[in-house]
T-cell receptor
Framework: SQQGEEDPQALSIQEGENATMNCSYK?????LQWYRQNSGRGLVHLIL?????REKHSGRLRVTLDTSKKSSSLLITASRAADTASYFC????????????FGKGTRLSVIA | DAGITQSPRHKVTETGTPVTLRCHQT?????MYWYRQDPGHGLRLIHY???????DKGEVSDGYSVSRSKTEDFLLTLESATSSQTSVYFC???????????FGPGTRLTVT
């Protein structure tokens, strides 16, 4: 069953604008991760935030985590056409063998 | 793609035939995963392995079997392919189960 659910399902913005995607999950987690998938390719890991962290940055990416609301957001600042892709959140329930659970993704289109 | 290859990359097969997909890694990672990706369903885990000869079922394991006799190879077998198994199959690897996964390029399988 899907642990993470992204919102919105699809997002279309102009180049230069910021893009925000949200992920909600149901159970306690060890960490939450965001991945990007370009059309026809495998997923690429973007960023990981641990359950005891509230915010993390990587280049133009900013991730927040609110464990009380069981939600996370991914902000991409100053979007570029090359950011057009699907973005997935994935949750890890613990630090052991239990696999990640991926959401269904948000499809981002950045229009030049 | 982080030293992961999948073969074949494309395959068309007939209903009722057995099919084996291969995932090969050169990273010596302990964990390996097989996912399928279908429109509207996101990424769903089929089987995973946490060591040589150690495997477990995922969310959608019916009709699939796996084997891992060496660290570097993880095979996915469709025992008797059905049209519902038409999908894109991704292999992923991870050094530690709860952290970053690295994905292969995918195999597009069509069952006619």
């Amino acid at each position: 069953s899907q642990q993470g659910e992204e919102d919105p399902q699809a997002l279309s913005i102009q180049e230069g604008e910021n893009a925000t995607m949200n992920c909600s999950y149901k159970t306690s987690i060890n960490n939450l991760q965001w991945y990007r998938q370009n059309s026809g390719r495998g997923l690429v890991h973007l960023i990981l935030i641990r359950s005891n962290e509230r915010e993390k940055h990587s280049g133009r990416l900013r991730v927040t985590l609110d464990t009380s609301k069981k939600s996370s957001s991914l902000l991409i600042t100053a979007s570029r056409a090359a950011d057009t892709a699907s973005y997935f959140c994935a949750t890890a329930r613990n630090s052991g063998n239990t696999p990640l659970v991926f959401g269904k993704g948000t499809r981002l289109s950045v229009i030049a | 793609d982080a030293g992961i290859t999948q073969s074949p990359r494309h395959k068309v097969t007939e209903t009722g035939t057995p099919v084996t997909l291969r995932c090969h890694q050169t990273e010596n990672h302990r964990y390996m995963y097989w996912y399928r990706q279908d429109p509207g369903h996101g990424l769903r885990l089929i089987h995973y392995s946490y060591g040589v000869k150690d495997t477990d079922k995922g969310e959608v394991s019916d009709g699939y079997s796996v084997s891992r006799s060496k660290t570097e190879d993880f095979l996915l077998t469709l025992e008797s392919a059905t049209s519902s198994q038409t999908s894109v199959y991704f292999c992923a690897i991870s050094a530690t189960g709860a952290y970053e996964q690295y994905f292969g390029p995918g195999t597009r399988l069509t069952v006619t």
